[in-house]
C-alpha cells in the first residue's frame, strides 16, 4: 500500500534584486542577485505536498526546509562589442550551497519513508523498535557551485551573406561543481560528491566551435 497526504503548507522570505545596463557604447552588463533567508514546506513531494510521509504517526515531523532553499544566487552577464566585428559575452554562475536529504537505509516501521532512525539493536519493521526521531528534513548542505563560460563570435560579409564564427568555453576555471551527494547516513562515504548529472551546469571545462549563415 502507498501511504500519502496532501495536507502540506510552506512559506518563504526572498529578496530578489536586479541591475541592469541597457546596450550602449558597444556595452551591456545584467547582475541578478537573490537571498532567500528561510524557505520551508511540508514533506519531499512535488511542491511540497503529496508526497510520502515518514510517520504517519507524526506528520507534524514533516515540515522542515524545503530543497530549494538556497541561500544566495547569483547570475551575472555582460556582453562587449570589441573592434573589427568581434563580439565578446560572458556569463558567471555562483549559487550558495543546495540543501540534500540524507536517508538511513532501512526502514524501522514499515512504512516508505528513509528519514526514520531506529534504536540501537531494535528490530526492523517494528514499531517499537523505533525512538520518534526522524533525520531533519534536506540537512545536508552541497558545495557552492562557481562557473565562468565565455563567447567570442566574428561576423564576417560575403556579398549579401553575413557568416558568423562562434568560440565558447564552458567552465573556463574548470571549477569542481556537483549535484549530487553520497547521503545514505550508516554508509562509509556518507557526505562525498558524486557526478551522475553532465548538464551544463556540472561539467568540467569545455569549448565547442560554430558558425552560423545569415541571408
Given at each position: ?72 544566487t547569483l547570475r551575472a552577464t555582460t556582453i562587449v562589442r570589441l573592434p573589427y566585428q568581434f563580439s565578446l559575452a560572458a556569463t558567471y554562475i555562483m549559487g550558495s550551497g543546495q540543501w540534500y536529504q540524507s536517508v538511513y537505509a532501512q526502514n524501522p516501521v514499515g512504512f516508505q519513508g528513509t528519514r526514520l532512525i531506529p534504536k540501537p539493536g531494535a528490530v526492523f519493521g ?90
Amino acid at each position: 500500500m502507498n501511504y500519502r497526504f496532501s495536507t502540506g503548507t510552506s512559506n518563504n522570505l526572498s529578496l530578489a534584486s536586479q541591475l541592469t545596463r541597457r546596450f550602449r557604447n558597444g556595452f551591456q552588463v545584467n547582475i541578478a542577485y537573490t537571498r532567500v533567508f528561510y524557505r520551508n514546506d511540508e514533506n519531499p513531494g512535488t511542491g511540497g505536498y503529496a508526497g510520502t510521509m515518514n510517520n504517519a504517526f507524526s506528520l507534524s515531523q514533516e515540515w522542515g526546509r524545503a530543497s530549494d532553499a538556497q541561500r544566495n544566487t547569483l547570475r551575472a552577464t555582460t556582453i562587449v562589442r570589441l573592434p573589427y566585428q568581434f563580439s565578446l559575452a560572458a556569463t558567471y554562475i555562483m549559487g550558495s550551497g543546495q540543501w540534500y536529504q540524507s536517508v538511513y537505509a532501512q526502514n524501522p516501521v514499515g512504512f516508505q519513508g528513509t528519514r526514520l532512525i531506529p534504536k540501537p539493536g531494535a528490530v526492523f519493521g517494528l514499531i517499537n523498535g523505533y525512538d520518534g526521531s526522524l533525520v531533519p528534513r534536506n540537512d545536508f548542505e552541497g558545495k557552492p557551485i562557481h562557473k565562468v563560460d565565455m563567447r567570442l563570435t566574428k561576423d564576417f560579409t560575403l556579398g549579401r551573406m553575413k557568416v558568423t564564427g562562434i568560440a565558447e568555453v564552458f567552465n573556463v576555471f574548470n571549477h569542481a561543481n556537483y549535484g549530487a551527494y553520497n547521503l545514505t547516513i550508516n554508509a562509509a562515504n556518507y557526505g562525498t560528491p558524486v557526478q551522475p548529472f553532465l548538464s551544463t551546469t556540472y561539467i568540467p571545462r569545455s569549448g565547442q566551435l560554430a558558425f552560423k549563415l545569415s541571408f
